[in-house]
């Protein structure tokens, strides 16, 4: 009994340090380590997009461990929500989340792909909680291939040279910012004479 409790307590071991090798991979690769969205913060994104229509499609850019995609498919039964996460170990920890939550596919799908090659063609609504460098990436791809008026929503870090059409800040202890933006929309100090 003996040694079966320290070949199991090996393999664990292996197995611990096998994610935590691939989430720093990633972390490398992508220039941030995942980052679960704390609960004030979900609560203040579902404020800030308020209502969607039926089949809407909610796109997760960067969805990490799932938190957020996770509660958008529980706040808007009635829409789509797709999590795209290249991150390997987030991706399957948010693949069994849903499945533990009972979300169903037709729900709740996450994709395992490279945020920058995504289709946002498709998407009605777009929310992310990436790191500076990222949003910079980013804003001109959303810019070029997302509707005209597609509502974004980006926590903590706002897109450079992107007026929002609304800004919230959390009561967290990081104060964390909300920023709501519409593709296509104009600011008033870019109008062209």
Not at 59 to 87: D, H, K, M, W, Y
Not at 128 to 140: G, N, V
Request: aromatic share 10%; hydrophobic share 45%; net charge positive.
């Amino acid at each position: 009994m003996h040694e079966l409790y320290v070949i199991l307590s090996v393999a664990l071991a292996v197995i611990v340090l096998i994610l935590l090798f691939l989430i720093v991979v990633f972390s490398v690769r992508n220039g941030i380590t995942p980052m679960p969205t704390s609960r004030s913060v979900r609560q203040m994104v579902m404020q800030q997009i308020d209502q969607v229509q039926e089949g809407t499609r909610i796109i997760e850019a960067g969805s990490g461990f799932g938190t957020l995609a996770i509660q958008l498919s529980r706040r808007f039964p009635l829409s789509q929500v797709i999590g795209v996460e290249n991150s390997i170990v987030p991706f399957w920890s948010s693949r069994f989340l849903a499945w533990a939550n009972r979300l169903p596919a037709s729900r709740l799908t996450f994709r395992r792909t490279d945020l920058f090659d995504y289709p946002y063609e498709e998407a009605d609504l777009i929310v992310c909680y990436l790191h500076p460098a990222a949003m910079r990436r980013l804003r001109p791809i959303l810019q070029e291939r997302a509707k005209n008026g597609t509502k974004v929503v980006s926590v903590f870090f706002a897109f450079d040279h992107w007026e929002p059409t609304s800004l919230e800040v959390c009561r967290d202890l990081y104060r964390t910012k909300v920023y709501v933006y519409h593709v296509g929309k104009s600011h008033t100090l870019d109008i062209q004479v």
